[in-house]
């Protein structure tokens, strides 16, 4: 007799526009049963799904059998902070991966990672922990994304580029075969990346020159 696996409830911490667009991946996700969203307005609702509370509900929810959780916040250190909170109270993290996102061979993730539709992830290429690709973005073969990036909606990465921990690239930024960007950068919407880019660098235009350092 075979026993098919109960879906894991799932709680989605966060209830801003980027939770709506996860609850609505994970509602396809036959492995997930939602039972609603952390935030700070109890009486909101995410797509239908109720905030339930703030923070403070996590351990609750933990003893009441939720064990498995998603961070849905848009910025990259907050999210990265949450994350490691969520995994030391005891839940553990699901990933995101739109049923209309492509995957090649090869690729891994972390967890808590967010592939939203039209992505494209090719060969070889290793997305880390709470990373979000965002819609109709593209990473080439043998692509290394940190943890907790944020690479834009209409991102382009050709081969072998690698995008240091907790950096975002702004919508539409292309990225040249083999460039470096470092931790903690922000690039601007529609910046061409032909020169490495230092860690905790602002990085805006075409081709992308560095603004000042950020804090």
């Not at 989605?12 to 492995?31: N, Q, S, T, Y």
């Amino acid at each position: 007799m075979f026993h098919h696996a109960l879906p894991n409830k799932t709680v989605i911490i966060g209830a801003g526009g980027h939770a709506k667009v996860i609850v609505d991946i994970l509602r396809h996700d036959p492995h997930v049963e939602l039972i609603g969203c952390i935030g700070h307005d109890p009486h909101a609702t995410v797509l239908g799904l109720p905030v339930l509370g703030g923070d403070e509900l996590l351990p609750a929810l933990l003893e009441q059998g939720v064990r498995h959780a998603f961070v849905a916040i848009g910025n990259n250190a907050r999210r990265h902070t949450l994350a490691r909170h969520a995994e030391s109270l005891g839940f553990e993290l699901v990933n995101a991966i739109s049923p209309r996102a492509y995957l090649a061979s090869g690729v891994t993730l972390g967890t808590g990672v967010a592939v939203m539709p039209g992505c494209v992830i090719q060969p070889d290429t290793r997305i880390g922990s709470y990373s979000i690709i965002n819609t109709g973005a593209t990473v080439d073969h043998d692509g290394n994304i940190g943890i907790a990036c944020h690479i834009a909606p209409g991102c382009h990465l050709s081969g072998n580029v690698t995008v240091g921990d907790e950096s975002f690239l702004g919508t539409g930024v292309s990225v040249i075969d083999g460039m470096q960007i470092g931790e903690s950068c922000m690039i601007g919407a529609g910046a061409a990346v032909i020169r490495p880019i230092p860690s905790h660098s602002l990085a805006v235009g075409v081709p992308a020159i560095i603004k000042r350092t950020l804090s």
